[in-house]
C-alpha cells in the first residue's frame, strides 16, 4: 500500500475512534425515572419513584411475566417480577442515591413495589421510607445506575412535592433536576458480589461518578 | 515451548472452570440469579462511564422498536429502512462504547504483518459472531424453554461466555507471549506464524463468541412482537455498524505498525527489533487486557 494511501486510512481510522470511542456510551436499556416527595410540613417522610422502561426491556419482562396476558400483573405476577426482575437491585442500592450535605447513602430497603403496564411499556412503582432519618429542609436524590448498564432520564417534570394527608405543606417548595459537579458518588464496580458500599472518599479501585439530582429545596 | 495446542486444551478448562463459577452471575443489574433473590455483581468489568450520546443510543433503540412495531401493523418499505437504519447507528455507537473486542483486535494487528484487506475482515467478523451468538442463543434457549427465551436465562449465559472468552485469550496471549519471550532469550525467535492466517482470524471469532445484550434485546422485542425477521434483520444492520466501528480499531494498528516498518525498511535491525518486540507487546497488552476484564471475575472467585 502506498505511503499517502496509508496515511490517509490511518486518518480516517483515528476520526472514526475518537469520534465514537470519545462518546463513550454503553447503555443496554433505559428508564425515565420520577419522583414525588411525601412531605409532612417540612419533613420528607418517603419518595414515591416511578420508573418508566424502553420498550424492549418492556417487552421482555411484559411477556416473560404477564402470564395470562391481560395486559395487567396481578398479585402472583407483581410478585413474579419483584423476585425476578426487581429483587436484585439491592446489590446496587435500588439505584437512588440520597445526599443531605456532602453526607451519600443509598436506602437500605425499599417497600410498596408495584408493576404495571402503560402503552405496551412497563412501569415499576415503590416508596422509598425516610421517616425520622432527618430529610428536611435541603437535600438531594439522584436515580443512578453505576454499571452503566441502564441509562436513567428524567422527564420534563422530574419530581413533584405531596403533603401527607392531614397535614398542611410547608410552602416555597422547590424541586429542580441540577448538575452535580461538587458531590461524586464514589463505587466499586469490581468488589465482591456482597460489596454494595457508598464510600465517602475516592480509594483506589474505585470509580467516580457525578450523576444529576433531583433537589428539593424550601424558597427562603 | 508451549503450543498453541497446549494452550487450547488448557482455555477450554479455565473456561469451564469459569463458567461454573460465574453461574450466579448477572450482567443486568435488574434480573435476578437463577430465579432466586440473590446477592450478584456483574462479573465482568463493567464499563467505567457512560456519555453525552446516551440519550441519541436510546433514541435509536426507541425508533428500531417503533419501526419493528409499525411494520407489524402495516408492513411498509419505510418502517424497515427505519429499522435497518436506526440499527445500523445504533450499531455503530454501541460499539464505540467499552467492549465488543476493539482492543482485541487492535492488538492483533499492532504484533502481525496483514493485508489492507485484513483488518476489514476481522473487524466484520467479530461483529457478525458477536451479533450471531445472540442470535443462535436466543433460538436456542427458546427451543429449550419451548417459548421465548428470557432475558434473563439469555444474559447469564452471556456473561459466561464473557467470563470464559476473555480467560481463553488471557491464556492464549499467555502462552504466545511466553514463547516469543523465550524465544527471544535465546536468540533463535520466532516470527510471529502462531497467529498468521486462520489463527488470528479463529481467535477472533473465538474471543468475540459473546452475544450483545444489544442485540439479544432487539430479537426479542421482534419475536414478542412476531416478527423474527425484522428481529434478524436488525440485527445484522447493527452488527454492519459495529463491524466498521471494529475495523476501525484493527486499522489503526495496522497503519501505525506498516507506517513504522516502511520507515524502518532500509535498518534491518532495527527493523527486526520491532517485527520482535512488537509482537511481544500486543500479546502482552491482549493479557493485560484479559486480566483486567476477568479481574472482578477472579475477585468473585477468590
Not at chain 1, 405496551?120 to 435541603?138: H, I, N, Q, T
Not at chain 2, 469459569?18 to 440469579?33: E, G, K, V, Y
Not at chain 2, 525467535?189 to 434485546?217: E, K
Request: with cysteine.
Amino acid at each position: 500500500m502506498h505511503f499517502p494511501r496509508l496515511r490517509a486510512l490511518l486518518l480516517a481510522s483515528v476520526l472514526l475512534l475518537a469520534a465514537t470511542a470519545a462518546l463513550w456510551a454503553h447503555p443496554h436499556m433505559s428508564l425515565d425515572s420520577r419522583l414525588e416527595f411525601e412531605m409532612k410540613g417540612g419533613e420528607c417522610l418517603g419518595i414515591r419513584v416511578e420508573w418508566l422502561f424502553d420498550p424492549m426491556f418492556s417487552a421482555s419482562i411484559i411477556g416473560e411475566n404477564d402470564l395470562n396476558h391481560d395486559g395487567r400483573f396481578d398479585k402472583a405476577e407483581n410478585e413474579r417480577v419483584r423476585k425476578g426482575a426487581f429483587a436484585n437491585l439491592a446489590n446496587y442500592g435500588y439505584f437512588i442515591f440520597l445526599r443531605k450535605g456532602d453526607k451519600r447513602v443509598c436506602p437500605d430497603r425499599v417497600e410498596a413495589f408495584e408493576a404495571s403496564q402503560r402503552d405496551g411499556r412497563l412501569v415499576y412503582r415503590f416508596r422509598v421510607p425516610l421517616e425520622g432519618k432527618g430529610y428536611s429542609g435541603d437535600f438531594s436524590v439522584a436515580v443512578f445506575d453505576s454499571t452503566f448498564y441502564c441509562a436513567v432520564r428524567y422527564p420534563a417534570d422530574p419530581a413533584s412535592v405531596r403533603p401527607v394527608e392531614g397535614t398542611e405543606p410547608r410552602p416555597g417548595a422547590i424541586v429542580e433536576v441540577a448538575a452535580n459537579k461538587k458531590y461524586p458518588v464514589f463505587y466499586n464496580p469490581s468488589g465482591a458480589a456482597s460489596d454494595f458500599r457508598v464510600y465517602d472518599k475516592w480509594q483506589k479501585g474505585l470509580e467516580t461518578a457525578y450523576p444529576e439530582e433531583v433537589r428539593l429545596h424550601f424558597a427562603e | 515451548m508451549i503450543t498453541i495446542r497446549r494452550a487450547r486444551h488448557a482455555a477450554v478448562v479455565l473456561a469451564l472452570l469459569l463458567a461454573l463459577a460465574a453461574s450466579p452471575a448477572s450482567a443486568n443489574p435488574f434480573l435476578t440469579s437463577g430465579g432466586e433473590e440473590g446477592r450478584a455483581k456483574p462479573a465482568p468489568r463493567p464499563p467505567a462511564s457512560s456519555g453525552p450520546m446516551v440519550g441519541a443510543q436510546i433514541e435509536l433503540r426507541e425508533r428500531a422498536a417503533e419501526a419493528i412495531r409499525s411494520f407489524g401493523a402495516e408492513p411498509s418499505a419505510k418502517a424497515l429502512a427505519a429499522l435497518l437504519g436506526a440499527a445500523f447507528v445504533y450499531g455503530l455507537l454501541h460499539a464505540a462504547g467499552p467492549g465488543h473486542r476493539k482492543t482485541v483486535v487492535f492488538s492483533l494487528f499492532l504484533g502481525r504483518r496483514a493485508a489492507p484487506w485484513e483488518p476489514l475482515a476481522a473487524g466484520f467478523l467479530a461483529a457478525g459472531v458477536h451479533a450471531g451468538v445472540g442470535l443462535v442463543l436466543v433460538g436456542a434457549l427458546s427451543l429449550l424453554r419451548g417459548a421465548i427465551a428470557s432475558l434473563g436465562d439469555a444474559e447469564r449465559v452471556g456473561t459466561v461466555l464473557d467470563g470464559a472468552t476473555f480467560g481463553i485469550l488471557g491464556l492464549a496471549a499467555a502462552a504466545l507471549a511466553a514463547g516469543k519471550l523465550r524465544g527471544l532469550l535465546s536468540g533463535k525467535p520466532r516470527d510471529g506464524r502462531a497467529l498468521a492466517g486462520r489463527g488470528l482470524y479463529g481467535v477472533v471469532a473465538v474471543t468475540s463468541l459473546v452475544p450483545c445484550p444489544g442485540a439479544t434485546m432487539i430479537l426479542l422485542f421482534a419475536l414478542y412482537a412476531g416478527r423474527i425477521g425484522l428481529g434478524v434483520a436488525g440485527v445484522a444492520a447493527m452488527s454492519l455498524g459495529m463491524g466498521v466501528v471494529i475495523s476501525a480499531a484493527g486499522y489503526l494498528a495496522y497503519t501505525g505498525r506498516e507506517g513504522l516498518f516502511r520507515r524502518l525498511k532500509t535498518k534491518e535491525r532495527a527493523l527486526w527489533i520491532a517485527t520482535e518486540y512488537l509482537e511481544l507487546f500486543s500479546y502482552l497488552l491482549v493479557l493485560g487486557f484479559a486480566v483486567y476484564a476477568l479481574w472482578p471475575f477472579l475477585a468473585q472467585i477468590g
